[in-house]
């Protein structure tokens, strides 16, 4: 009986699995053979299985331009960070807060018409938290009361708690001024 469940489990994978052939260039094949070699990547099948993943979580529908896509309602371009900071120095400190509310609100709004994910339910946090690292924000996790950002691209705290205030729909305390950034939810934790 054993035995017959086990060749029964054994042609189910094999029709699950469809044996693919790509051909690539020297150039390219080069490329992957070095990140294989430099500890980059395992290997040429997990790095084809994490290219795909990408490709499905950005959800790119449209590249435009080299470096810039589409993502439903949501224009995405890769950015110099060192440009990025230039901009927030020359916008005044005390309106950094309210700036960053207003770029988690329309982050929600992407999010939710675009993904379907109501960023107010705590129950969505990890899609949310795992959309904004795979856009570059960083990393992004949830311990208890307390929001933690690793890798932030912004290096200031009161756009982050603005950013996530607005996004999320709580209040924030900022606990950390240097990266990596500490919030403590105070109000409106959702359920």
Known sequence: ????????????????????????EEEERKFIDALIREGKEQGIKPLFSKMLDIYRSMMIYDWRFPG????????IAFLNVELVNILIQNI?????REIGRKMGEASK???EATLGIQ???RDTWHEVFKRLR?????????????????APFISEPKIWAGFLEGLLDIELDIKTFTAPFVFE????IPS
Not at 68 to 75: A, L, P, T, V
Not at 92 to 96: A, D, H, N, V
Not at 134 to 150: A, M, P, R, S
């Open 1 to 24: 009986m054993q035995e017959k469940n086990r060749g029964k489990n054994l042609d189910e994978k094999r029709d699950s699995a469809k044996r693919t052939t790509i051909i690539l």
């Open 68 to 75: 810039e896509y589409y993502c439903g309602i949501s224009r």
């Open 92 to 96: 005044p400190e005390e309106r950094w």
């Open 109 to 111: 709004v992407s999010m």
């Open 119 to 121: 960023t107010s339910n």
């Open 134 to 150: 795979v856009q570059g924000f960083g990393d992004f996790y949830l311990k208890d009361k307390y929001i933690l950002v690793k």
């Open 185 to 188: 939810i105070k109000q409106g």
